[in-house]
Each structure stands twice: as structure tokens, then as C-alpha cells.
């Protein structure tokens, strides 16, 4: 089945500077990478998604890249504020009409903090 | 758009209680319903993936006799906790997803304490 692993567990950044979550997927079936935001206490929030067939999308300061041969997505938040401080969590869900739910697979999940 | 809710968003309960918690999509028609569980700092775990009007599928490890996921409804699923103990307290969320579409939305999650 689908593994996800997600580095850095913890990233620690001042506000204005870039930061960069990286997963790694291990199915090559799957072709569709999210990217939630979760607060404390409160359910994720989808922030931005790619498919796979697109290298690159973009959301403001948001953005996603995937290199579907090394089976790795990241994601980038530029220009960062200290609302952005939450716990980002990346997925990967195969082909959804291969007998297969499509379920999302999660990775561990990294916790951003933000520092005014 | 893409709104789901969840009731009730917090609950205590005597050990040896059921406890029903409900999904709904508020502004579109879930065709696939999840039901997810979290505990402090770790990642979500799926517990069962329901589909309108069909017996929900269970992952692995999970009781089916114990967690009783409903999906009565294309904009309601409901998770019932039965002869809860103390280690079920954890933070339960669902998610809701339209036919044909990868995309899942989550509602604002559960807390569920069971003394």
C-alpha cells in the first residue's frame, strides 16, 4: 500500500522568510497530492492540491511542485505571517476508479511556527 | 462552498454511554463520507470510509461493532460510539467527498471525552 513520509516534523521560520515541507509517496499509482492546514482544535483546512499531471501550482503564496519520477511533492508558503503557524499535513490518494476508494494517505504531519 | 459540519463539537460521557456524532455537507451532495480519528500531535487515522445508502467499509483494527457509521443520506453520516471507554477519548473529524472527485472536506472535528 501507499506510505507517505513528510520531513521537517518541526520548522521554525521568522515572519517575511520562505518555508519548505517536503513528502515523499511511495505508490506510483497515486495522482492526487493535497495539502492541509490544521489549527489547534479545529479540523484541516484544504490549502492547495495537484494532480499529476502538473509539475506546479500556484495560490498566491502558496505553491506546490511535484516530480512524479522521484515521487516527491513539497510545499512552498513565501512570504511568511504568523497566521500561517499551524500543523501542515500532506496526502497522497490513488487512482479513484481502480477498485479503489481513493483514500487519502496522510503523512505525519509538520508543525510551522512563525516568529514575528 | 465545499462546507461540512460536524455536531456536536465537544463531549463528555460516563464510561459504558454511546455517543452519536453527525456529519453533515452543508452546500453539496456527499456521495463518499470518512470518519477519522486523531489523537494529541499525530497524524489522522482513517476508521471507515461509508458511501450513501451502502454498509460502511472498515480499516483494518477497527471495531465495526463498537464505532457504528451510518450513511443514511447524501448530506449526513453518522458516527455512534458504543460502550465508550476512556481510551476512546480523542478528537474524531469526518471528511465528505463528491462522486468522481479526489477532494475531501473536512468538518471542524469532534472531541470526545469519556470518563
Known amino acids: 500500500g501507499e506510505n507517505v513520509e513528510q520531513h521537517p516534523s518541526t520548522l521554525s521560520v521568522q515572519e517575511g522568510d520562505s518555508a519548505v515541507i517536503k513528502c515523499t509517496y511511495s505508490?506510483?499509482?497515486?495522482?492526487?497530492f493535497p495539502w492541509y492546514k490544521q489549527e489547534l482544535g479545529k479540523g484541516p483546512q484544504l490549502i492547495i492540491d495537484?494532480?499529476?499531471?502538473?509539475g506546479e501550482k500556484k495560490d498566491q503564496r502558496i505553491a506546490v511542485t511535484l516530480n512524479k519520477t522521484a515521487k516527491h511533492f513539497s510545499l512552498h508558503i513565501t512570504e511568511t505571517q504568523p497566521e500561517d503557524s499551524a500543523v501542515y499535513f500532506c496526502a497522497a490518494s490513488p487512482v479513484l476508479f481502480r477498485g479503489s476508494q481513493g483514500n487519502l494517505i496522510f503523512g505525519k504531519g509538520t508543525k510551522l511556527s512563525v516568529k514575528p | 462552498g465545499a462546507v461540512v459540519s460536524q455536531h456536536p463539537s465537544w463531549v463528555i460521557c460516563k464510561s459504558g454511554t454511546s455517543v452519536k456524532i453527525e456529519c453533515r455537507s452543508l452546500d453539496f451532495q456527499a456521495t463518499t463520507m470518512f470518519w477519522y480519528r486523531q489523537f494529541p500531535k499525530q497524524s489522522l487515522m482513517l476508521m471507515a470510509t461509508s458511501n450513501e445508502g451502502s454498509k460502511a467499509t472498515y480499516e483494518q483494527g477497527v471495531e465495526k461493532d463498537k464505532f457504528l457509521i451510518n450513511h443514511a443520506s447524501l448530506t449526513l453520516s453518522t458516527l455512534t460510539v458504543t460502550s465508550a471507554h476512556p481510551e476512546d477519548s480523542s478528537f474524531y473529524i469526518c471528511s465528505a467527498r463528491v462522486l468522481g472527485l479526489h477532494t475531501q472536506y473536512f468538518g471542524p472535528g469532534t472531541r470526545l471525552t469519556v470518563l
Open positions: 495537484i494532480r499529476s499531471n502538473v
Open positions: 505508490d506510483s499509482a497515486s495522482n492526487y
